[in-house]
């Protein structure tokens, strides 16, 4: 999955109504226009008091950038982002470095936001996990926490992003999707070529095979008809897995990872998907990755 980066820092932009000449506009637009300015201040907050749930609209008009405060406004009404989780840095008194700090929020932002909405094929199209994390200024006066957002880099959406409630057997069968997609973007290797990192591609088979069998053992409790043909093609491509994590050579490797990579394809899952009632609609990125 790619991940943007969004720091807070006491060099915010502070907001400001840009009032229009009445002169090179009629009255009654100005008039519009100066109410929504000033609608735009009141609503503004600090990145420092943001919530899980809030929807809002960056002041510097992208998600990534330095930011003091934000523009919070009702998530029925169009808007670039929804903060979706949030966690402090423990264990730390010299600030991490900017590198550090947003490797932390790399690493844990993504299952905060699955536990906002654990159906990521259900996000409109463009939305990607961004994140505020602290900066050495804002860490000396005491800022630890870190907002994992879900946004858009270019355009809004309305709405709150926030899952319905979901029943034991769709819990189930997402927690372990997510799981076997993780471990395989979270792994994949700097090289492009097996040849040049076997031992690399080794690993990430070992943790796709590790995630197939959790997801396996939860699928069993599963019983619905295209679920358990799933299970039935899951439970081979785990094998090819496992052979690829164990091969002798390229040529080991090649031969098992081909239909090992073929049998997680997302395509396959959509008829257990609709079954589930789950979203159906494979994600653009994923579907032009196995389209070759």
């Known amino acids: 999955?790619?991940?943007?980066?969004?720091?807070?820092?006491?060099?915010?932009?502070?907001?400001?109504?840009?009032?229009?000449?009445?002169?090179?506009?009629?009255?009654?637009?100005?008039?519009?226009?100066?109410k929504a300015g000033a609608k735009k201040v009141v609503r503004q907050r600090s990145v420092f008091s943001l919530a899980t749930g809030d929807c809002y609209n960056p002041n510097s008009g992208a998600p990534e950038g330095e930011?003091?405060?934000?523009?919070?406004?009702?998530?029925?009404?169009?808007?670039?982002?929804?903060?979706v989780g949030e966690f402090k840095i423990d264990g730390k008194t010299a600030y991490p470095g900017e590198d550090k700090t947003a490797q932390i929020a790399d690493e844990r932002c993504p299952a905060e936001a699955q536990k906002f909405t654990p159906d990521t094929w259900a996000l409109p199209k463009g939305v990607d996990v961004?994140?505020?994390?602290?900066?050495?200024?804002?860490?000396?006066?005491?800022?630890?926490?870190?907002?994992?957002?879900?946004?858009?880099?270019?355009?809004?959406?309305?709405?709150?992003?926030?899952?319905?409630?979901?029943?034991?057997?769709?819990?189930?069968?997402?927690?372990?999707?997510?799981?076997?997609?993780?471990?395989?973007?979270?792994?994949?290797?700097?090289?492009?070529?097996?040849e040049d990192d076997l031992a690399g591609y080794k690993k990430q088979a070992k943790a796709v095979a590790a995630a197939l069998g959790t997801h396996l053992t939860?699928?069993?409790?599963?019983?619905?008809p295209e679920t358990v043909k799933?299970?039935?093609?899951?439970?081979?491509?785990?094998?090819?897995?496992?052979?690829?994590?164990?091969?002798?050579?390229?040529?080991?490797?090649?031969?098992?990872?081909?239909?090992?990579f073929t049998g997680i394809d997302p395509t396959k899952t959509v008829a257990a998907r609709k079954e589930l009632k789950l979203a159906t609609t494979v994600p653009a990125d994923e579907a032009e990755v196995w389209a070759g």
Not at 4 to 31: D, H, K
Request: hydrophobic content about 40%; proline content about 3%.
């Open 1 to 34: 999955m790619s991940l943007g980066v969004t720091s807070r820092s006491l060099r915010g932009i502070s907001a400001v109504v840009a009032l229009i000449s009445v002169g090179a506009v009629g009255c009654s637009e100005a008039l519009d226009s100066a």
């Open 67 to 83: 930011e003091l405060s934000v523009e919070v406004v009702p998530c029925k009404e169009p808007h670039e982002g929804q903060v």
């Open 130 to 194: 961004y994140y505020y994390y602290p900066t050495k200024e804002s860490w000396a006066t005491g800022d630890r926490g870190v907002s994992c957002t879900y946004a858009k880099e270019a355009g809004k959406f309305s709405g709150s992003l926030k899952s319905e409630s979901l029943d034991t057997d769709q819990l189930a069968y997402l927690k372990g999707s997510n799981a076997v997609y993780e471990a395989l973007w979270a792994n994949q290797p700097e090289a492009e070529q097996v």
């Open 218 to 224: 939860a699928l069993k409790g599963i019983q619905q």
């Open 230 to 260: 799933l299970r039935a093609r899951l439970e081979e491509t785990a094998g090819a897995w496992e052979k690829a994590a164990s091969a002798s050579d390229t040529d080991a490797f090649y031969l098992a990872y081909d239909r090992a």
